[in-house]
T-cell receptor, first 115, second 117 residues
Framework: AQKVTQAQTEISVVEKEDVTLDCVYE???????LFWYKQPPSGELVFLIR??????QNEISGRYSWNFQKSTSSFNFTITASQVVDSAVYFC????????????FGKGTRLHILP | DVKVTQSSRYLVKRTGEKVFLECVQD?????MFWYRQDPGLGLRLIYF???????EKGDIPEGYSVSREKKERFSLILESASTNQTSMYLC????????????????FGNGTRLTVT
């Protein structure tokens, strides 16, 4: 069965600390995409990144980095030197080629960055 | 700048009322989606549409219907609102390229927070 698990419901860290948000997925498809979205207090989910199942290269974008490991079915997201503006709910999602119409979302991790 | 616009940010309706939630996108996307978001449950798909006049049930379609008469507009209808439909409703769209859309990120609206009393 297709599934996305974000085991951390809520995380609080002090500003400037590094924080990693975990995402574990289950799929039988060999071709799929993984996504991360950010939902700030304003409510609109914003797309952050996608990775396809054939590209395990890690990605860095400024203070954000993503670690994709097929061996552990994980796609973790790290924020380095966190800032208060990073406070949001973060969602991991899975989209499979054989289920083109369905995107599976995790339940989200609420991140609090404390000043 | 691309946009998905939901007509209302906040709505308060009474039990039994018929409720319309409107969503418009200006990106010429083929796919449109309605989700509801509840604490602890994440995002759950209500309905989606991959073309005008087409609709598909998502995971929780009961109590809802949809309408897509034009490509840019996707409406969610609560035929007879109930208190358990109090929730945040999110509309999203995505393109279909090369016959598939599994690699396309979703573009979301700001959400409509609906309260049914």
């Amino acid at each position: 069965a297709q599934k996305v698990t974000q085991a951390q419901t809520e995380i609080s860290v002090v500003e400037k600390e590094d924080v990693t948000l975990d995402c574990v997925y289950e799929t039988r498809d060999t071709t799929y995409y993984l996504f991360w979205y950010k939902q700030p207090p304003s409510g609109e989910l914003v797309f952050l990144i996608r990775r396809n199942s054939f590209d395990e290269q890690n990605e860095i974008s400024g203070r954000y980095s993503w670690n994709f490991q097929k061996s552990t079915s994980s796609f973790n997201f790290t924020i380095t030197a966190s800032q208060v503006v990073d406070s949001a709910v973060y969602f991991c999602a899975l989209s499979e080629r054989n289920r083109d119409d369905k995107i599976i979302f995790g339940k989200g991790t609420r991140l609090h960055i404390l000043p | 700048d691309v946009k998905v616009t939901q007509s209302s940010r906040y709505l308060v309706k009474r039990t039994g009322e018929k409720v319309f939630l409107e969503c418009v996108q200006d990106m010429d996307h083929e796919n449109m989606f309605w989700y509801r978001q509840d604490p602890g449950l994440g995002l759950r798909l209500i309905y989606f549409s991959y073309d005008v006049k087409m609709k598909e049930k998502g995971d929780i379609p009961e109590g809802y219907s949809v309408s897509r008469e034009k490509k840019e507009r996707f409406s969610l209808i609560l035929e007879s609102a109930s208190t358990n439909q109090t929730s945040m409703y999110l509309c999203a769209s995505s393109p279909r390229t090369g016959g598939s859309s599994y690699n396309s990120p979703l573009h979301f609206g700001n959400g409509t927070r609906l309260t049914v009393t």
